[in-house]
């Protein structure tokens, strides 16, 4: 059997290449996905600051609801500060230092900030966490008193300093102090050093200092005796046992540097989930399409098997082996190409910033192994359907019908796909009923399942379009035209892979990318229209806004009101259905001066009572969460404290401002630094009050003055990292499809030479022939595009009408004159080229060669 495939394939090259590409591709994608998701699971940044621990324990960065996966929580949580004593007398432990991260930036002589550390918001530490670093050289001695502190050798070199000069340095939130450099420690990224006592006071974790974080620490790390870290982690661990604290050694310190690494693998694992989903889907499309054409040509080959008594049962075996000799030889290339894909995706990544540059890929075989599993049952499948019908037809009448197609498309079929077209359509309604990115959602999958049911439907739509074009070509129309709408109406089943496959490249980039660019442009328009303010002051080197910036701002002149916004991250706990939900959620963090500065279009209720434990909550959410005015919500902040807040009000505006709005009391003391990360300014409207307010900034180290307005969304040029992300994912699936369509346009033409033979014997000039073909490209081309333009129209209307209010959605008005013409010269190129080398054939060898 494995020989005679061998054989067989050996005389379908052209076929089987567009199966080898199909795999190839298929494989490349699916690998690529695979170590994605395992980056997520298994990935970890390098320990940096604590790589001189052996043992660090932390508290668990995720929220772990029942039944379901967890979820990050991207905000410090602490640890109590009493255990550094406890655990600093254990066996084999011979230096323990808790650990606190809290803003601080060094200002040079002229002014500008200098950023210390990785991140300004946790740069400033106390120096027993120099205990932490790894074989970190120190120019100098220890911070003595509240005047002093050391840097790191990259902070001192780019503010210009070195030990004993003085510097100014700006710590959480506090006006900016002179300091006397005690020391430079020579670490990457190790930050700004103060001593103990000064460094618990500026981070606001004193005891008797009050809130939430008093009397805590970030981390705790530990340095043991060589060789017991295993022995220490595991009397950690039982004495810590029930507290939910993490104890944890090698590689899994790296996570604890920053709160926010859970999240950025977290991501990685939701990419790779949403994206497998469509990338196995349009691999298997492809690859069956792809051979579909293959065993399509050799009809003739299998019929006349089952004439000398080959079984069924045989006849797909040998299609199942041939298919898998040649998936067989696209595979390794296309594992080895996933791998190189994988990590594209990781620096596109890391340049948007929405994982840290730091984050490492993890290599294993298994995203490789994973791939070849699928693939090749993804080859056995779409091989023996497509053998299916030859296979089990009689002897007589499978030789019979190897000569010609079925010229009438299966009812079962054609019913299939109109099902599917049907529940397509019912599936785009759902923006209309939810203004969220997860009704966005619908008109993507509206899309894809539009195709499959194109492809379904796809040999009864162009058998009546080449019987309607057939009608009108009948008399007056010349030889080639009359020949082309011909072939078309009496090979529907070879044409509608050809045009389901073009129609489905189309609906895809369509419904996808209108989908994210209309969510862009919603979320925009309503921010501007909710935002009532024009200036908005940040501080990102600074890790946050100085206190008394808020109110200095409000004594300028022109300033009519001025109120601060922040954001993070909830997991709001409702129940659907009667079953208890989970779901991670963006917040805004609003005080009851908001109403000032924005208008969140409030339904019922008044954002001016967001004091103590309130919330305001989406008009798209409050209904299904049934989280009305005056009823409770439960919710889980971001540093993991649970709490129930009140609802004070219904907000209209979600979609730009988040599904939650927290009171500012509410999150006080549960992020990470603290501090406000910008303030909205509202001012007349006059040039002195923008002069006034751009002075004050510039006379403010570390501030930044930006609109507070987004521009309108024009292009992708503002674009969220997300929705980049998504247009690459795009990007890379079209360069897929149009590749394995161009490849089966060129197998589906090559096996055509002994029709075009005979043609020329029967008198048909090549340019006869070429005229044809071109026809047939053309009239496939315009089918195709037809058919994804009028599947895609009312997703797209309905996506428009949802979220713009007009019945059509926001984009780029170049892409579709941009696929039309893909999808075109596609259709032109790789029947013309084919059609050409056909020719130089003489027909009678042709016909012979068959």
């Known amino acids: 059997m494995f020989r005679l495939a061998l054989h067989m394939a050996g005389h379908r090259l052209t076929a089987l290449i567009a199966v080898a590409c199909a795999v190839l591709g298929g494989a490349a994608l699916i690998t690529g996905t695979g170590v994605l998701a395992e980056s997520g699971l298994r990935s970890h940044l390098p320990a940096g600051r604590l790589a001189g621990a052996d043992v660090v324990v932390a508290a668990d960065q995720e929220h772990h609801p029942d039944q379901d996966l967890p979820l990050a929580l991207p905000e410090r949580r602490t640890v109590p500060a009493a255990l550094v004593a406890k655990l600093s007398g254990l066996p084999g432990v011979e230096a323990a230092a808790g650990d606190l991260g809290f803003p601080a930036a060094v200002l040079d002589g002229r002014g500008p900030v200098v950023a210390a550390g990785a991140d300004p918001a946790s740069a400033g530490h106390g120096w027993s966490s120099t205990r932490l670093l790894a074989a970190a050289r120190t120019d100098g001695a220890a911070p003595a008193g509240p005047g002093e502190a050391a840097v790191d050798t990259a902070t001192a070199a780019a503010a210009g300093i070195g030990v004993g000069d003085r510097v100014r340095i700006a710590a959480n939130g506090r006006p900016a ?135 069924p049962r045989q006849i797909r075996r040998l299609a199942a082996a041939q298919a898998t000799v040649i998936a067989g030889v696209a595979l390794v290339p296309g594992v080895a190409v996933g791998y190189l894909l994988a990590e594209e995706f990781r620096h596109l990544l890391a340049d948007r910033g929405v994982i840290p540059a730091e984050l490492p890929l993890t290599w294993s075989p298994a995203p490789g192994a994973a791939a070849l599993l699928l693939t090749v049952l993804a080859v056995q499948l779409s091989a023996r359907g497509a053998a299916w019908r030859t296979s089990r037809r009689p002897a007589t009448e499978a030789v019979a019908e190897s000569r010609s197609e079925p010229r009438h498309p299966a009812r079962a079929r054609t019913g299939a796909g109109l099902l599917l077209m049907a529940a397509a359509t019912a599936l785009s309604a759902l923006p209309l009923f939810s203004r969220t990115v997860l009704g966005a959602t619908g008109t993507s999958m509206a899309g894809i399942l539009g195709a499959i049911g194109l492809a379904l439907a796809g040999p009864a739509l162009v058998r009546g379009v080449g019987t309607a074009a057939a009608r009108l070509t009948r008399s007056g129309a010349s030889a080639p035209t009359w020949l082309a709408m011909s072939n078309l109406r009496a090979y529907a089943l070879r044409n509608a892979g050809i045009v389901a496959t073009l129609a489905m490249a189309v609906m895809f980039v369509l419904t996808y990318t209108f989908a994210q660019t209309t969510v862009l442009a919603a979320t925009a328009a309503e921010v501007r229209a909710g935002t009532l303010a024009q200036q908005r002051l940040t501080a990102p080197a600074l890790g946050g806004l100085p206190e008394g910036t808020l109110a200095a701002v409000r004594e300028l002149p022109g300033v009519r009101a001025a109120a601060p916004v922040g954001d993070t991250t909830v997991v709001w706990t409702y129940d659907m259905f009667g079953e208890p939900e989970t779901e991670s959620a963006a917040a805004t963090v609003l005080t009851p001066d908001a109403p000032h500065v924005l208008d969140l279009d409030v339904r019922d209720g008044d954002l001016g009572a967001l004091t103590g434990a309130t919330v305001a909550v989406g008009a798209d959410v409050a209904g299904p969460r049934d989280a009305r005015v005056g009823g409770t919500v439960h919710l889980v902040l971001g540093d993991g404290t649970p709490v129930d807040a009140k609802v004070v009000a219904v907000y209209d505006r979600g979609l730009g401002f988040g599904p939650v709005v927290l009171s500012h009391d509410l999150a006080a003391g549960h992020t990470t630094t603290g501090l406000d990360p910008s303030v909205l300014v509202r001012t007349d409207g006059t040039a002195a009050s923008g002069r006034a307010l751009a002075a004050f900034a510039g006379s403010r180290p570390g501030l930044v003055l930006d609109d507070a307005r987004p521009r309108p969304a024009t292009g992708l040029a503002d674009a969220p990292p997300e929705v980049w992300i998504d247009l690459a994912v795009v990007t890379v699936l079209l360069g897929h499809l149009l590749l394995n369509i161009a490849n089966k346009l060129v197998a589906a033409t090559a096996q055509r030479r002994t029709e075009l033979a005979a043609l020329r014997l029967n008198g048909t000039t090549p340019r006869q022939v070429r005229a044809m073909m071109r026809r047939e490209a053309a009239v496939t081309a315009a089918t195709a595009l037809g058919a994804a333009l009028l599947l895609s129209a009312v997703p797209l209307a309905l996506l428009g009408q949802g979220f713009l209010g007009r019945p059509w959605p926001a984009g780029p008005a170049w892409l579709l004159p941009a696929l039309a013409l893909t999808v075109t010269a596609t259709a032109f190129l790789t029947t013309e080229l084919p059609t050409r080398r056909a020719l130089r054939v003489p027909p009678a060898e042709a016909v012979r060669g068959r």
């Open 177 to 311: 102090t002179g300091y006397r450099v005690s020391a430079v420690v020579d670490a990457p990224h190790a930050g700004i050093y103060f001593a103990d006592p000064t460094a618990v006071r500026l981070a606001g974790r004193a005891g008797g200092s009050g809130g939430p974080r008093a009397g805590t620490v970030d981390l705790i790390g530990l340095r043991t005796a060589p060789g017991a870290a295993d022995r220490v982690a595991a009397e950690v661990r039982t004495a810590l046992a029930g507290t939910g604290l993490e104890t944890v050694t090698g590689a899994d310190r790296g996570d604890l540097v920053s709160p926010g690494a859970g999240a950025s693998r977290s991501l990685l694992i939701l990419l790779a989930g949403s994206l497998a989903g469509i990338v196995l889907l349009i691999t298997g499309f492809v690859t069956a399409s792809a051979l579909a054409v293959s065993i399509g040509g050799q009809r003739r080959d299998l019929a006349l098997m089952r004439a000398v008594g080959a079984t």
